[in-house]
């Protein structure tokens, strides 16, 4: 079924705005002139604008920004990320749905997208709000042949990775935030939440999970977030393809993972520390009840905040909530 509307989509793209004949249609997938008409009516479901006439046939007038598979392969130009896409119309989190994947075997590269997300999986336990229709919510299957303590190297990447997309949308100007933050106007605009299997030096896998807010409202958001949130549309006062955004950003990753395969994880913290505004700022980090001030001085190789405390000391974070002090304090 989904393989006989995959390429009745292919055969509208291929028309580029012309009329298939059903008769067309019905040899090219070998189905009856029924089974079309009945394949035409769940795209309709679905929310494309077909117009069908008995002399010249269908035509594709509209399409709906949906995610499904094929919409995100045709013209997706990736070497690992995004052969395999699984769409979820809903779901718990895709981080979930993709460790299950994973744990199948699934391979190196596979993407899980939602539309939307009961319980979407922030950092520290906390909920990350995922409404339907509106934003961005996938997982991608990675199998990198890397040491278990380069593995946070891989959640900078994907905050490049977004950020970069984000930029290609238009002239918005994201900021990363340690560890792994994507901001607009210093608002939280996406978040990243990569988890691991691995056994003593050995990754199994890793997932990279991925939200961004694309055309969430501010009415969307709920009121007591703890971090200021936005999102693209209320940025850039304009709505956001997720099915361009999507490919962009897999495009994005695939082309960093590339880099860093090659080149290593230094030209990824090149382009990190471009966009973090917290090099020679003074922050706090909390961490599991403890807090610590210092004076950025920047990442180590796996990733970690390198402080300067008040007495001259160096101070090495992993993990934590980062706060700045105004600029000058
Ligand atoms: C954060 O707290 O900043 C991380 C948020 C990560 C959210 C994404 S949405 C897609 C993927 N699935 C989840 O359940 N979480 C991540």
């Not at 604008?49 to 046939?57: N, Q, V």
């Not at 958001?221 to 850039?236: N, V």
Request: glycine content about 10%.
């Amino acid at each position: 079924m989904t393989k006989s509307r995959d390429r009745i989509l292919e055969l509208f793209r291929l028309a580029a705005g012309r009329y298939l004949s059903g008769e067309d249609i019905c040899r090219d997938l070998g189905i009856t002139r029924t089974a079309v008409w009945k394949q035409v009516r769940q795209l309709r479901d679905l929310g494309y604008e077909i117009e069908a006439t008995p002399s010249r046939g269908y035509r594709l007038q509209t399409k709906p920004d949906t995610l499904i598979p094929s919409e995100v392969a045709a013209g997706l130009a990736t070497d690992v990320v995004g052969g395999n896409i699984v769409f979820l119309p809903e779901t718990d989190s895709t981080n979930t749905q993709a460790r299950q994947l994973a744990e199948e075997g699934a391979a190196d590269g596979t993407v899980v997208i939602a539309d939307q997300q009961r319980q979407g999986k922030g950092r520290m336990g906390r909920f990350w709000v995922s409404p339907a229709g509106v934003n961005l919510y996938l997982s991608v299957v990675l199998r990198p042949r890397i040491q278990l303590r380069h593995a946070t190297q891989l959640t900078f990447l994907t905050a490049v990775a977004v950020a970069e997309a984000i930029e290609a949308t238009g002239d918005l100007q994201p900021q990363l935030k340690w560890p792994n933050d994507v901001l607009l106007h210093g608002k939280k605009v996406a978040g990243l939440l990569n988890e691991l299997n691995a056994e003593t030096e050995q990754i199994h896998y890793m997932i990279l999970g991925i939200g961004v807010n694309l055309n969430m409202t501010r009415e969307q958001f709920p009121a007591d977030l703890r971090t200021p949130a936005t999102s693209l549309l209320i940025e850039a006062g304009q709505k956001v393809s997720r099915l361009e955004f999507a490919r962009l950003l897999l495009q994005k990753i695939d082309g960093l993972y590339k880099v860093y395969r090659e080149d290593g994880f230094a030209p990824i913290l090149r382009s990190w520390e471009e966009r973090c505004r917290m090099l020679g700022r003074k922050v706090e980090v909390d961490y599991q009840h403890s807090r610590v001030t210092g004076i950025v001085k920047g990442l180590d190789e796996a990733g970690a905040l390198l402080l300067t405390r008040a007495d001259g000391g160096e101070e090495r974070v992993v993990a934590g909530d980062v706060r700045l002090f105004p600029e000058g304090d």
